[in-house]
């Protein structure tokens, strides 16, 4: 995937250490005008969200403290429009139930292939920064 110079903030919350810093590295290189914010579990992710004020949500589900969804419900109900992804090991079935619940705009099973991850996210971002694309 090509470099994209998008500007805005992503909020990527994920408890596996590993996983975390791939995704982060991934999305820096391919969005490095993107600012992108990572927290171990659901709790501080809902603290980096009303710190940071991302334009775009990736969570994983399952969580100590605090897991996906219920970051997700909280974030929603602070009154955040934009997309939220959830990233999760769970069967099909369950990820398809996901979708439009509790805020999910979009679910990608583990393990993640990162091709996948930056397209969703590049798909994602809010028109407002697809427009500074254009220019």
């Given at each position: ?75 929603r109900r602070l009154g955040f429009a ?54």
């Open positions: 995937m090509e470099r994209l110079p998008v500007e805005g903030c992503l909020l990527w919350v994920e408890d596996n250490e590993i996983t975390r810093q791939s995704v982060v590295t991934a999305l820096a290189h391919s969005f490095p005008a993107l600012t992108v914010v990572s927290a171990k579990n659901g709790a501080e992710g809902l603290e980096l969200f009303r710190r940071h004020h991302p334009d775009l949500i990736l969570t994983d589900l399952d969580m100590p403290r605090m897991n996906g969804i219920q970051m997700a419900r909280e974030i934009g997309e939220i992804i959830m990233v999760t090991a769970r069967s099909e079935p369950e990820l398809n139930s996901m979708l439009g619940k509790d805020g999910i705009n979009y679910v990608i099973a583990k393990p993640i292939l990162l091709r996948e991850l930056l397209i969703a996210v590049a798909q994602r971002l809010p028109s407002s920064l697809h427009q500074k694309l254009a220019s």
